[in-house]
């Protein structure tokens, strides 16, 4: 990672499906995923308690469409896609050490 963004650009992150991580402390880890227009989605992060983790959704505007930013490494957010899109997803590390999790797309 660099700067605390993953080396080698995005990740893409298909729906019904997980991807396990590792974020250094204070950096960002930064997913793509698209979703249907109309459809729920559910994006959950479990982290391995060692710092607070948040979770951030952005659309192609940089507007922010959900977020569970409280002070644990469990976030979940859900939203409805209003049209077919791809979106920004942040995992941010609050903490001092590195936190490794999984995040769960459905």
Not at 31 to 37: A, M, S
Not at 63 to 68: E, G, P, S, T
Not at 76 to 104: E, I, S
């Amino acid at each position: 990672k660099v700067n605390g963004y993953h080396r080698f650009g995005w990740v893409d992150i298909i729906r019904f499906q997980q991807h396990s991580d590792c974020v250094n402390a204070g950096a960002v880890d930064v997913y793509k995923i698209t979703c249907r227009g109309g459809e729920a989605t559910t994006i959950y992060v479990s982290g391995d308690g060692d710092t607070d983790l948040d979770l951030y959704v952005y659309d192609a505007n940089g507007n922010l469409i959900a977020c569970d930013d409280d002070g644990t490494d469990e976030c979940l957010v859900r939203f409805v896609a209003y049209r077919t899109h791809t979106f920004t997803v942040r995992v941010r590390n609050r903490g001092r050490v590195y936190n490794c999790y999984t995040l769960y797309a459905i």
